[in-house]
């Protein structure tokens, strides 16, 4: 089977600003994207995430960390504070070697982000 670079992406909400909501959240999101994508982490090339202006209280990348992606480059980032956006979104875009197409993983409130892709989820 042929692997090629592939760019995944994949959002979810938080509740509260606050470092255990934000931790436990990133890694909901990163292992299902994982499993739906069939990847290891040896499969990811980098993953950038972001959050929106009202999330600082911990950095997603800490929650990829904790879950054995030790060697992979990561980047946490401030989203644009666009009036009307859904608040309280992690994103992640995540680059990976992978033998299939990309499934997206968009969780919780942050499904409104992406109804284009309700069948997939």
Excluded: W
């Amino acid at each position: 089977m042929t692997t090629r670079l592939i760019a995944l992406r994949g959002a979810t909400t938080v509740n509260d600003n606050d470092a255990d909501a934000i931790l436990a959240a990133t890694d909901e999101l990163m292992r299902e994207i994982l499993s739906r994508n069939a990847l290891a982490a040896e499969d990811l090339v980098s993953c950038i995430f972001t959050l929106t202006p009202d999330l600082d209280a911990q950095f997603p990348a800490v929650a990829a960390r904790k879950m054995g992606l030790s060697s992979v480059p990561l980047l946490c980032a401030r989203e644009i504070p666009v009036p009307g956006a859904l608040p309280k979104v992690i994103r992640v875009l995540i680059h990976a070697y992978a033998p299939g197409p990309a499934e997206h993983v968009y969780l919780h409130e942050a499904r409104k982000l992406r109804l284009d892709l309700q069948g997939a989820q």
